[in-house]
């Protein structure tokens, strides 16, 4: 494809509900981060994977927040018991190599609204 | 800790006048920093490295150690360059970025 693909655009819940983001990464990228951008903020990084394992998972707020990337391209965030607080845009963003100063390349980002 | 900071929320400026956004970083190790930008409607970018001492569309950036900056100037403003513009700064082993929370650029005619 031409770029980072995520769907949906746009997602609205209910208090509690369970979501999935979806994120396609750019063909032969072997790297993949999500990151969280609330308003007025700027992204906040959230997991980074190299291939199919989380090489870092720091970022992610608790343990209602998973991600996955079973066979190292496409990648799914996964909310349980989603809160107002998640509300947000969900940023995916994918590199050719991880590390040192390889441009990450974003996606148009998933607006998350928890009503 | 990591932390970047942009002290304005937002900056106008007239078409051909200077433009600098200003960022400050705070890190332990070796910085490396970039800058982003979302023009309206278009996904995030990135508009240039430190480590590539590049110029791209007329903006330049210079890392300065000893005052934990990397403020990002163009000489004469352009209607196009109106965007949101991030700093940022490379952490957690070169594997992810801790942003800043970003200027608002707005050229106004």
């Known amino acids: 494809g031409a770029g980072v693909s995520q769907t949906p655009s746009n997602k609205v819940t209910e208090k509690g509900k369970y979501v999935e983001l979806r994120c396609d990464p750019i063909?032969?990228?072997?790297?993949l981060y999500w990151y969280r951008q609330s308003l007025g903020q700027g992204p906040e990084f959230l997991i980074y994977f190299q291939g199919t394992g989380a090489a870092d998972d720091s970022g992610l707020p608790n343990d209602r927040f998973f991600a996955v990337r079973p066979e190292g391209s496409v990648s799914t965030l996964k909310i349980q018991r989603t809160e107002r607080g998640d509300s947000a845009v969900y940023l995916c963003?994918?590199?050719?190599?991880?590390?040192?100063?390889?441009?990450?390349?974003f996606g148009q980002g998933t607006r998350l609204t928890v009503v | 800790a990591q932390r970047v900071t942009q002290p304005e929320k937002l900056l106008s400026v007239f078409k051909g006048a200077p433009v600098e956004l200003k960022c400050n970083y705070s890190?332990?190790?070796?910085?490396?920093l970039f800058w982003y930008v979302q023009y309206s409607r278009q996904r995030l970018q990135l508009l240039l490295r430190?480590?590539s001492r590049e110029s791209i569309k007329g903006f330049t950036a210079d890392l300065n150690k000893g005052e934990t900056s990397f403020h990002l100037k163009k000489p004469f403003a352009q209607e196009e360059d109106s965007a949101m513009y991030y700093c940022a700064l490379l952490t957690g082993g070169g594997n992810k970025l801790t942003f800043g929370t970003g200027t608002q650029l707005k050229v106004e005619l």
């Open positions: 963003a994918s590199s050719p190599v991880g590390g040192g100063n390889t441009e990450a390349f």
């Open positions: 890190y332990s190790g070796s910085p490396e």
């Open positions: 430190h480590i």
């Open positions: 063909s032969g990228h072997t790297a």
